[in-house]
Every structure is written in C-alpha cells, then in structure tokens.
C-alpha cells in the first residue's frame, strides 16, 4: 500500500537542431505513427500512472494531432529553451493539475519512442519507494577512446562502472522541484544529474539499450524496425 501516487511528464518541447529536418522531429512519423504519440502511450499504457503532462513548444503547431482522443489522463503545457525549463514547467503544471509533493513522477523524452513496457514496469517497482529516485541506463558496451584537438587518441579511459543514461527517470515530485530550482537550466543534462546535485544517488535500473534517443535521421531505421514489431511489447 503506497500513499503516494505516480505521473508522467513526457518532455516534448525541443526543437531538434541535430536532426536538422523541416518539422519537429517529436512528429516524424516513424512505423505509422509520430514518434511523440509513441511515447505518450509508453506512460499513458502503466497502469499505476494517474496523468501523463505532455510539456510542448510553444510553437508546436501539432500537438492536437496526437493527443489521444477523449483521454482525460493526458493534459499539456508549455515548455521552455532548455529541456530542464521544460521539465520544470511541467512539474507546476503537474502541481496545478493535483500532483502532491510526495507524489512520484516518471519524466520520459519524447524522442525515447521504443522504451519496453517491462523496463517501465522494473524502474516503478525498484525505484518508486526510493526518496533518491532512479533511472533506466544501459552499462556501456563498447571500448571507450578520448580525442585529442586533431582526433586522433589521447587515452582509452575505463569504461569499467560506466553506464548511459536513459529515460523514464523516476523522482519524489518535490525533491525533483527542488533539485531543478538550485541548477541553472543549462547547467545538467538529465534529472538524475540535478538529483546528485542535493546530495542524492538516484538507482540504475539496467534497461535495453535499444531504448534509443531519436537523434539523428539514421536512428529513424532502428526505430521503425523495432516499434513495427511490437519490440516495446506494447499489444504484443
Ligand atoms: N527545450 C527543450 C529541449 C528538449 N526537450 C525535450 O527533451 C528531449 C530530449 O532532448 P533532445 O533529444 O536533445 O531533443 P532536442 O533538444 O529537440 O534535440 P537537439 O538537442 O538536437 O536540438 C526531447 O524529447 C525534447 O523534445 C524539451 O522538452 N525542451
Ligand atoms: C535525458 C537524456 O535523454 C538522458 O540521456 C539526455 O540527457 C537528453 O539530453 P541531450 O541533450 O540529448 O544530452
């Protein structure tokens, strides 16, 4: 018995500068649908998850394509430049929309479309009763090289305790507020990273590391490939 309750907060208000594309890349089609579409599902389909605050552009002129029709888990705002201004915004509007202190919230990339529903199910169930949070991360796999200014090797650092970070991260609703209200918007790079910063050691849930970040027009073949088969285990 839990006295808390659990929310999603996809962060969807980027503008995509590394794919370089004409639209938002959120609302690239990928295996039928936008990728942001895909992600909303991936939050809205836990069951444990009271309301899914999707945080968009505030030039987004798709949004009402994708929201999903007559679901009254789902509501949106406005996000900011940088996507820990974003984060913040939807956390008050998750605040306005009945979210307590103590609630837990799961922040999820919209540009993470094939996240697996069990990894999901596996960061609630190890991090949910955790004050310090946690995180889906993949340990890396590969021999790590540091450059040099003319690219070629300086080093071959350790890859040994090293992982990368994914999304859903998963955080007490206040401590999280708190941790973004003492790091400047440009200042870290995921949640977990403003967490340490309280003196927190947020959890590492290992997770599929195809759990990618649509980053780049080339990931958009993985993607397909994986969410056309049902690989996320969503209706499989
Ligand atoms: N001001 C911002 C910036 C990013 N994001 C979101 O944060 C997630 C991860 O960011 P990233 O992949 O870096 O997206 P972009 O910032 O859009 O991409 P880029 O860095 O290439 O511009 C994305 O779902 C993106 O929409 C956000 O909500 N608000
Ligand atoms: C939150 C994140 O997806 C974890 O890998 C990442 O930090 C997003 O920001 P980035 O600008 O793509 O590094």
């Known amino acids: 018995m ?42 809205l389909g836990m069951p444990d998850v009271t309301g899914v605050m999707v945080v968009r552009n505030a030039d987004d002129r798709y949004f009402e394509t994708v929201l999903p029709s007559g679901d009254s888990r789902c509501s ?20 306005h929309w009945g979210a307590d202190a103590d609630d837990r919230v799961l922040v999820h990339d919209a540009a993470r479309p094939a996240v697996r529903r069990d990894d999901i199910r596996r960061l609630i169930e190890q991090v949910a009763d955790d004050p310090d949070g946690g995180l889906l991360a993949a340990p890396v796999r590969d021999t790590l090289k540091r450059a040099d200014r003319d690219r070629r090797v300086a080093s071959t650092p350790s890859r040994e305790g090293l992982w990368q970070a994914m999304t859903p991260q998963l955080f007490p609703l206040g401590r999280l ?32 590391p195809g759990n990618i970040k649509y980053t780049y027009p080339q990931d958009a073949y993985w993607l397909a490939w994986a969410l056309d088969r049902k690989w996320t285990g969503e209706g499989a």
């Open 177 to 208: 507020e708190s941790a973004l209200a003492m790091v400047a918007d440009d200042a870290v790079t995921d949640e977990a990273q403003a967490m340490e910063r309280l003196g927190a050691r947020p959890r590492l849930v290992a997770g599929d």
């Open 76 to 95: 949106d705002c406005v996000g900011g430049a940088q996507r820990q201004a974003s984060v913040r915004a939807g956390l008050a509007a998750l605040r």
């Open 2 to 43: 839990t006295d808390y309750r659990l929310w999603g907060l996809i962060a969807a208000a980027g503008v995509g500068q590394r794919m370089d594309s004409e639209g938002p890349k959120q609302y690239h089609r990928i295996a039928g649908r936008p990728v942001l579409g895909w992600s909303i599902d991936a939050l």
